[in-house]
């Protein structure tokens, strides 16, 4: 089972720079570090300018990480204090090393997210599945029995006078158009 914890990361200067790299932090030695060769997967959150950053400055925040077909160097989020002071992210790093830079700008830039760390990973991701597709079953099984035990036909009825309705509407426009011609 995976375990999650909450991830937090401050980049204050120009050109600054934070790397996530749970297993080569502080040069651990593989009996020093409880968390050494556990698989970690970074998730990040949200990216948020602090209030003493500059008005008006730019703040570019990138990243440097491992893709599919080798090193990804990228920006993720503009950030700029009265006007873009915050950007909901939906990133994944399955893989350290993660290094987070100031490209532009003197910040503070604040990441957020969380780490999650397990010998399965993947199980945590498949379990959230399950767990999605049992409370859709579980919304299925009751919209299909009502009080009296019969189906509901509600969504059935609105759907066929929405057909009814978009089909009425088509002919009426076709009927307009070969009126013009």
């Avoid at 720079?17 to 060769?37: L, M, Q, R, V, Y």
Wanted: proline content about 5%; charged content about 35%.
């Amino acid at each position: 089972m995976a375990e999650e914890y909450f991830y937090q990361a401050t980049l204050k200067g120009e050109k600054s720079t934070e790397i996530w790299d749970p297993e080569h932090k502080n040069d651990d030695a593989e009996g020093s570090n409880p968390h050494f060769g556990v698989d970690q997967k970074l998730i990040i959150k949200m990216a948020l300018v602090g209030p003493e950053a500059k008005e008006g400055e730019l703040n570019v925040l990138g990243v440097e990480a491992m893709g599919l077909k080798g090193l990804v160097k990228t920006p993720i989020a503009l950030l700029q204090r009265g006007k873009t002071e915050q950007i909901a992210l939906d990133l994944s790093f399955p893989d350290p090393p993660v290094t987070f830079s100031l490209i532009q700008g003197s910040g503070p830039v604040h990441i957020v997210g969380h780490n999650l760390l397990g010998t399965h990973i993947e199980e945590f991701d498949d379990l959230e599945d399950e767990m999605e597709e049992e409370n859709i079953d579980d919304e299925d099984d009751e919209k299909d029995s009502d009080q009296d035990g019969e189906e509901d036909d509600e969504p059935k009825k609105k759907m066929a006078k929405l057909t009814a309705a978009s089909k009425n509407n088509k002919n009426q426009v076709n009927n307009k158009n070969n009126k013009k011609k």
